[in-house]
C-alpha cells in the first residue's frame, strides 16, 4: 500500500502512464509540459484513500502501479451488469473490486508482474474482481486476453456493449 509520502513518485509515474495511453487516447501535454494529472491529484489519491495505491517493486526498486477502485453494484444503473456478474459468480453480493489501472514501466515488462499482482490481489475469499481496459486501447485488452488463463483462476470477457468507455473481465477468487 501507497503512504502520503509517496505522491511525488505516484505523480512521476502517471505521467508516464499518461504518455504511453497518448498512443492511443490523443491525450496532449499541457503548457507546462504535463499531462492532465497534477501532483494535487496524487495527494489527494493517497490522503483519501491509500488503501487503493499500490507501487510495485522489483529488486528493491520501484517498477509501476496498481490503482484499484471498489465498486457498489446496487448503485450501478445498468442491471445487465449486475445480471451477467450474478451469472459468472452467484451469490459474489454487490461488492466488487476492480483492478482500474495497473502499469508497469516498459524495462520490466515481459517478466509477469502484471500477472503476479493481480494474482497476488486475488486472494482466496476476497470474492469478484473486475479488470477494465480502455476500449480504445487494444494492447492492453489484447495482454489481458493471453495473460488471464495463466492466472488459473475462473474468469470471463464481459460483453463488450455492457461499457461504452471499458472492455471487461471478470474474475472469481479462489474460495477461502
Do not use: N
Not at 39 to 57: K, Q, S
Not at 68 to 85: E, I, M, T
Amino acid at each position: 500500500m501507497a503512504e502520503c509520502g509517496d505522491a511525488d513518485l505516484l505523480f512521476q509515474l502517471m505521467q508516464y502512464y499518461y504518455f504511453e495511453a497518448s498512443a492511443w487516447s490523443g491525450e496532449q501535454v499541457g503548457r507546462d509540459g504535463l499531462y492532465d494529472y497534477d501532483r494535487a491529484d496524487a495527494i489527494a489519491m493517497l490522503e483519501t484513500g491509500p488503501e487503493r495505491v499500490r507501487l510495485l517493486e522489483c529488486d528493491g526498486g520501484v517498477v509501476g502501479f496498481v490503482l484499484l477502485d471498489d465498486l457498489d453494484l446496487s448503485s450501478v444503473g445498468d442491471a445487465s451488469l449486475r445480471d451477467c456478474l450474478d451469472a459468472f459468480l452467484p451469490g459474489a453480493g454487490h461488492r466488487v473490486r476492480e483492478v482500474a489501472d495497473l502499469f508497469v514501466l516498459p524495462t520490466w515488462r515481459r517478466r509477469g508482474l502484471a500477472v503476479e499482482t493481480v494474482r497476488r490481489l486475488l486472494v482466496p475469499g476476497s470474492g469478484l474482481w473486475l479488470i477494465a481496459t480502455f476500449r480504445d486501447d487494444l494492447k492492453a485488452h489484447a495482454y489481458w486476453q493471453r495473460a488471464l488463463p495463466r492466472l488459473g483462476l475462473r474468469y470471463i470477457s464481459l460483453p463488450d456493449e455492457l461499457d461504452a468507455r471499458f472492455r471487461l473481465f471478470a474474475l472469481a477468487a479462489p474460495l477461502a
